[in-house]
């Protein structure tokens, strides 16, 4: 990455823009620039060169035209050639350490837990049978004390009818939507979700080869009759759906949309997998599809949108008759999760941690997504009142693309809806924006006033011939 380039202008004539894209070239034709390589951001070099952010927004915008450079939405701009493209589902190692508002990854709250590690493995430290543990291998499902505690976890705070015995410790949330990929569906078969979804999951079914469908989706998600439709047509052999908050579109499934999701499974031997990485109280959803119909659903969850996404702890649930197939596919990956991450969360559960965690969180994400009502009154966000991101279908003419650009110029990273979208389907003109990952409120309010002030701008024009 190159953040120190900076082109010298004073000897150059012409507008500023033209300037800037004729030292990238400059520097691409002698080396100083290396195919593959990021460019400052806007503000950086803008700052370097004293102009303004737009004249290097057209700078930049020029050397593309170019060939020069290309963009990428929420990424930078790269010099062409050499390296593939970044990856659009990745976390970047510059994401965090760099000078944008970071709204572009639904990370838990930022709330200090490194004490409360520090404490949880003191503990582990002074319990040798857990240390043992920590250090022996185990059934792949994971060691049953964890599994009965996790399990009594989600049934207790979260209102999750899991049975400890059905459940399967994973590597994660991702990777628990991975193994029920590939514990149901071999290289070819038919994979259906709602047509904006995880791009994991999208990223998943490509790797393992899968046909994925993208189904119709309104204001409730997945639109049943086109999952019905899908079946007949292509054979669909899972679905994978998030009832409780569409990621990205925020939308949440009623129990009679969820009840008719189930009817159209069932009529046509479809398993679900059901996502719920987030995580909803009972009370503040309708009932889970693992609550309506068990026996056709794979629910996968975990701990890292509450308690830490480093832990690596997600959990599967499954009916009986899957729990062998999905455990002979963790041995293959893995053999089993790591006990020692397990044994911290399960620490964090039964010290009263976990649900502190949840609550603290619960009211920082009430008080962000209270703050994006008020400051995008009017805009067509959506959100839902505790949850981690926003989905805002952008006003005539504006283009995504063109949209996260002005605001990364402006200083707020986010994301288009082309990450979210299955195949090649059609990406709405929408960005979401997670509104957890900002260090503070203020940064939220910083970042919220710049999608205000960009949305009352006249989108750029593009002159092409
Ligand atoms: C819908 C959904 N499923 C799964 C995951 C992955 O969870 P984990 O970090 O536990 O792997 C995410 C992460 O953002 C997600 O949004």
Request: charged share 20%; aromatic share 4%; with cysteine.
């Amino acid at each position: 990455m190159n953040t120190i380039w900076c082109p010298e202008l004073a000897a150059r004539s012409g507008p500023r823009y033209r300037a800037i894209a004729a030292a990238i070239a400059e520097a691409i034709e002698d080396g100083r620039l290396a195919p593959g390589e990021r460019l400052p951001t806007h503000r950086a070099l803008a700052e370097a060169l004293g102009v303004t952010v737009g004249t290097v927004t057209r700078g930049y915008a020029e050397a593309e035209r170019q060939g020069l450079v290309r963009a990428r939405v929420g990424s930078g701009t790269y010099v062409r050639g050499g390296e593939a493209d970044p990856p659009e589902f990745a976390i970047a190692g510059d994401e965090a350490a760099s000078s944008l508002i970071p709204m572009g990854l639904s990370l838990p709250a930022p709330i200090a837990r490194e004490g409360l590690l520090a404490q949880a493995l003191r503990e582990i430290a002074g319990d040798r049978a857990a240390l043992a543990d920590a250090l022996g291998y185990h059934p792949e499902a994971g060691i049953a004390r964890h599994r009965e505690m996790l399990a009594g976890w989600l049934r207790e705070a979260w209102g999750v009818p899991v049975a400890a015995d059905s459940l399967l410790l994973s590597l994660g949330g991702m990777h628990g939507v991975y193994l029920a990929l590939q514990a149901l569906l071999r290289p070819g078969e038919t994979l259906a979700s709602e047509a904006l979804t995880y791009p994991g999951l999208i990223a998943a079914a490509r790797q393992l080869g899968l046909r994925h469908v993208g189904l119709a989706m309104d204001d409730e998600g997945l639109i049943p009759e086109a999952l019905e439709a899908a079946c007949r047509q292509q054979g669909v052999r899972a679905v994978y759906c998030m009832p409780n908050q569409n990621n990205p579109t925020t939308a949440v499934m009623s129990e009679a949309r969820r009840q008719a999701l189930l009817t159209v499974a069932r009529r046509e031997g479809v398993t679900v997998i059901e996502d719920d990485v987030h995580l909803v109280a009972a009370n503040e959803r309708p009932p889970n599809l693992l609550e309506l119909d068990p026996e056709r659903v794979v629910y996968v969850t975990g701990c890292s949108k509450v308690l830490a996404g480093g832990l690596r702890v997600g959990m599967v649930h499954a009916p009986a008759a899957l729990l062998a197939r999905l455990a002979e596919v963790l041995r293959s990956h893995c053999w089993m999760a790591p006990p020692l991450n397990a044994e911290v969360a399960c620490r964090w559960i039964g010290s009263g941690v976990a649900d502190e965690l949840a609550a603290a969180q619960r009211d920082e994400l009430g008080g962000r997504q209270a703050l994006a009502a008020e400051k995008l009154a009017g805009s067509g966000a959506r959100g839902q009142p505790y949850g981690f991101n926003l989905w805002l279908p952008l006003p005539e003419p504006w283009r995504a693309s063109a949209f996260v650009r002005r605001c990364e110029a402006e200083g707020l990273l986010l994301r288009s809806a082309e990450p979210f979208t299955v195949g090649s389907l059609p990406a709405p003109q929408a960005v979401r924006l997670s509104l957890s990952a900002p260090a503070s409120r203020e940064a939220v309010t910083r970042g919220l006033d710049i999608v205000r002030r960009v949305l009352a701008e006249a989108p750029p024009v593009q002159a092409l011939v």
